[in-house]
Each structure stands twice: as C-alpha cells, then as structure tokens.
Nanobody, 122 residues
Framework: QVQLAESGGGLVQAGGSLRLSCATS????????MGWFRQAPGKEREFVAT????????GYAESVKGRFTISSNSASNTVYLQMNSLKPEDTAIYYC???????????????WGQGTQVTVSS
C-alpha cells in the first residue's frame, strides 16, 4: 500500500510563499517517482512538478517554472514543493502523487495523497 501524507497548505496573499510536504515510506521514496498535481475549482487535475528521490531529475509545468521548486530529503523520505510568488490562479487542492514511471501531464499517476488546500488571495 502506498501512503502519501501531505501537509503545509493554507491561505496566503498574492506574492507570498508556502511550502508543501509529502512524507512516505522509505521503500516508496526510493523506488517510485514522486511529484505534485493540483485541481482548481471547476477544472481538471493538472501536473505541477516531479522529482526522483535523489532530487536530480526534476520537471515542471510551464505555469509554475521559475516560481515553484520541488526537492527531496532522503533522511526524512519527504518531497517538498516550495511555492513562491503565488498568484490567485494557483489556488487549488494540491495532491502528492507517485508512480513507477516519470510523472507528467500525459497520464494520471497510480497513487495519490489526500490533498491539501492552497488558497491565494488577491
């Protein structure tokens, strides 16, 4: 069973920052690709960012490049999403995700966390 535990969402003003965390087991952390998706109200879930457990292979959606940074901490088996320069259009439920293949916008991953709400006020 793949368990992904997200934390770190909240309410922030436009231009502010938040950091999301996704903790999992050692086995999952080192064998699956992990990342983040988000779903805004009335919209489909979309890819945000992905990494492997070393943190050296990363990828981002165009809409967040230069503002969001994904990283991984092998000591705590945790993947982070640092979100800077937040915009109201970043408001969404953010989901941690994992799959044995690289994550991206082409297909949904096999495993999801419960999600954490991020709200950016204007």
């Amino acid at each position: 069973q793949v368990q992904l535990a997200e934390s770190g969402g909240g309410l922030v003003q436009a231009g502010g920052s938040l950091r999301l965390s996704c903790a999992t087991s050692r086995r999952i952390f080192t064998t699956l690709r992990m990342g983040w998706f988000r779903q805004a109200p009335g919209k489909e879930r979309e890819f945000v960012a992905t990494t492997d457990w070393t943190g050296t292979n990363t990828g981002y959606a165009e809409s967040v490049k230069g503002r969001f940074t994904i990283s991984s901490n092998s000591a705590s088996n945790t993947v982070y999403l640092q979100m800077n320069s937040l915009k109201p259009e970043d408001t969404a439920i953010y989901y941690c995700a994992a799959d044995n293949l690289p994550l991206g916008p082409e297909r949904p991953p096999s495993h999801w966390g419960q999600g954490t709400q991020v709200t950016v006020s204007s």
